[in-house]
């Protein structure tokens, strides 16, 4: 009776990539739209416009479209410039959000003052001493909760844009766990965006030709580094 040789199973299939970060993205998806240069270039006339404060309205609003759009996972996500009516609405909301949590580094800038205006009015050793003091604990408050704001806020800004309300930039409970579950990625995303910053600065160099191109792509950036992070992580699990 002859020997049945077994046979080995055959080897299981590949496990298929688990999706990651890429980084090189933000900065090319733009081009791959017929019409980026002209989006870009209406961009940057809001930006241009931001200084009558209005014009930044249009453009959080375009960008938290654009938001949406990415973690859709359309396949060319600039939106196009309609429905201004709706970019501005939207524009507003994020704004306010930004304001919230700038105001109390602003109070807390100026409260930075007072000490070295006393300082000045009164010629005293001790109230010299006294406001440098106060000074220096203002300046150990202030620095820790401006790099709390710039690492929070962004999350914040995603938050509201994704669910398009005002309160969900203030659901700590349900922010503070999304950073941290993700904070590989959107320590990435913040990258981006200190590049995409130094890219908008470029263009200040160039005048307003430069302002034009490179200001608004660069929120075009950070929009897209924060819309992978979002993607990312509420993707369905394999």
Known sequence: MSEVQSVPPPPPPPVPAKPSFDFAKPFTYVFEDP????????????????????????????VAKLTRNIIAGLERPLPDWENLGDYFN????LFGVAFCYIVPLVILGIGMMFPAMIADAIDDEGVRTMSGLMAGCMTCLFVPLMFAVMFFMPASL???AVERRFGAAFELGRIWPFIKQNVGNYVLAIVVYLVARTIGDVGIFLLCIGVIFTGFWSFLITAHGFAQVYRLATQPKE
Do not use: D
């Open 35 to 62: 019409e980026w240069l002209q989006k870009i270039l209406i961009g940057g006339v809001f930006c241009l416009a931001g200084f009558l404060i209005v014009g930044w309205f249009f453009v959080l609003g375009y």
């Open 90 to 93: 939207e524009g507003l909301r």
């Open 158 to 160: 995603l938050f509201a």
